[in-house]
């Protein structure tokens, strides 16, 4: 049985119509780094996101609202229950999304690292003088995105997100943002783990409360750093595509269409890293979590 033609489908993850109110969404094996899909597959990646996204939504379900409905083979449609579907699969209700994404950085990596060498601020945030790369921050900031009419995702000021949503919807979302990454990096930090940053994205559901969607807190949204081998001043090792992004730094890729060839040993150690992630954060083995999904 085939879900048949996808409704949207991006550079991991494919929806498809479950009913009038409700969505399947499909995380592929697929990997992007700067803003490109790779040839070769992470296996066991798209379980990894899953899995972890499940987590999240009912760890994190006493702060807001998610859209969650099922994962398992017996919460799923009859058309989601093929084998290669399971535990990759989630039943999810349909939201009116809003057009940005949600950042928050406790520590300073990635863009924030870059606008911060070159002015002192992230994203209109003005930091202390004297950071260095992979410091904590004082406290998160949140740092709102969107994509461009490329598909590349663009900081943007808290003027513009407030024109894209509403001052008052902003408030909110910035609110919420906020708390979620609290409550996830004490939960990391318990399990070895630095969360330095994440990308959160919300909508509202049919009765306009505001409701949050997508995946949560994954080595894909998020930088998840292993305490034990964080070093202020370099880039850290971690568990998220990081590691990808850097070993096509180190072979010199300008980041022009098309991506290369990982090779074995990369895409070896990204499986490891993201199965790691997860049972880390989650506090159980990976093929426990595969066993409940066909449930």
Known sequence: MS????????KVRSLHAAGDDHLLMVASDRISAYDAILPDPIPGKG???TGLSVHWFGRLAGIVPNHLVGWRR???PAEAHDDDLLGRTLLVRRLEMFPIECVVRGWLAG???RDYRAGGTVCGHTLPAGLRQADRLPEPIFTPATKNDAGHDENISREEAADLVGAEALAELERLSLA???AAAEDCA???I????TKLEFGRDRDGRTTLGDEVVTPDSSRFWPTEDHRPGESPPSFDKQYVRDHLDAIG???TPPAPRLGHEVITGTSTRYREAFERVAGRSFDHYLEEARQ
């Open 74 to 76: 017996s919460e799923l």
């Open 111 to 113: 863009s924030g690292w």
């Open 253 to 255: 890729w300008d980041h």
């Open 47 to 49: 379980h990894v996101l």
């Open 180 to 182: 979620l990454y609290a």
């Open 3 to 10: 879900l048949g033609r996808p409704l949207a489908e991006g």
């Open 194 to 197: 630095i969360l330095a940053d």
């Open 190 to 192: 318990k399990a070895g």
